[in-house]
């Protein structure tokens, strides 16, 4: 079983900081592309940043200059570092994988449970 766990959410004041953690666990070959979402509510999930393997970072245009994504191959964990937090980035966070290979041509795209970020104003 491949699972993905975070942490890290909370409530912290607009221009504060917060720091996610996600850590895959179970037996795992590699992992390709590791990312955060997020979904506030009456509001679909959308991609906040996301990392590949190789190091190659995209992000939200809404978040970028204020977070910053970062990767541990050796420990599968994927980290998001959230400065200048504003209240619209009130939200649910999902730590994604969009493969996780759990054989040598078998994988998982794999979800995490949620932490739930609060920024009050």
């Known amino acids: 079983q491949v699972q993905l766990v975070e942490s890290g959410g909370g409530l912290v004041q607009a221009g504060g900081s917060l720091r996610l953690s996600c850590a895959a666990s179970?037996?795992?070959?590699?992992?390709?592309?590791m990312g955060w979402y997020r979904q506030a509510p009456g509001k679909q999930r959308e991609l906040v940043a996301a990392i590949t393997s190789g190091g190659s970072i995209n992000y939200a245009d809404s978040v970028r200059g204020r977070f910053t994504i970062s990767r541990d191959n050796a420990k599968n964990s994927v980290y998001l570092q959230m400065n200048s937090l504003k209240p619209e980035d009130t939200a649910v966070y999902y730590c994604?994988?969009?493969?996780?290979?759990?054989?040598?041509?078998?994988?998982?795209?794999?979800w995490g449970q949620g932490t739930l970020v609060t920024v009050s104003s």
């Open positions: 994604n994988a969009d493969k996780i290979y759990y054989m040598a041509w078998e994988y998982l795209e794999v």
């Open positions: 179970g037996s795992i070959v590699r992992i390709n592309a």
